[in-house]
């Protein structure tokens, strides 16, 4: 393997341990009535990462494979992610799409359906709650033509979503134009935050295209935020206190890119 790709994917390792750090539970407390030990100081949890390559924005928070692999499950969450090579598991959402539960639906004039159901209390790094209407937005976004972005919709196959609908804030409905083998996999349904960018989108798509909320800006759903982008250099991200799966073990974790 090329020493170049060896730094690649030894970046990639490195954040992996960091997301699986990050997520893990907290250590148990003492038992009512314990002694109690004097509380020193404690020292922030960081974790620095130098990667071999620069990665540019659009690849951490747009299309690219290679930001998305190693940044993005730090800062955002999907429907459904890949844990392990083809193991798909949820992650917003509370279970899969299961024909088995009834929420896989093939109808019989050969469409299809699914029902998701989410976790509460999901917000986004700014606080504001998270509502499948976000990820509506997402989809239809995502499905206009004048939007540049348009990478992942041939893999998510959003071109067979013909109708999407969020019939409360935690409830999510796709009607397919016809069967979709991997629609369990909700690839290209990632949440987008309709309180940041659906203003902007309705008034200026061209706008919405450059807005800063794709890099230096971003508002996601993991468990670490965004406090600061310096383009070629470095990203430094915070823990995220009211992420829904609990508070972060890490302080913090800052990205450097290294050129050699």
Known sequence: ??????????AMLLLVLAVAAACAPAAPEKAAGALAEPQQPRAPKVVT???????TAVEVFGGGVTGRQSIMPLIHNLVVYERNYQEWVPQLALEKASVDRGTWKINPDGTMEMTWKFHPNIRWHDGTPFSTEDIVFAVNLRKDPEMASQSGIAQGRLDLID??????????????SEPYVDADRARSMEPIPRHILQEVYQRDKRAAQTSSYWNADFVGLGPYKVVNWESGIQVELARFDQYFLGVPKLDSVLVKWVQR
């Open 163 to 176: 109708r999407i609908s969020a019939p409360d804030p935690l409830t999510l409905v796709t009607h397919w």
């Open 1 to 10: 393997m090329p020493d170049r790709m060896r730094r690649v994917h030894g």
């Open 49 to 55: 990462v130098a990667f071999g390559r620069l990665v």
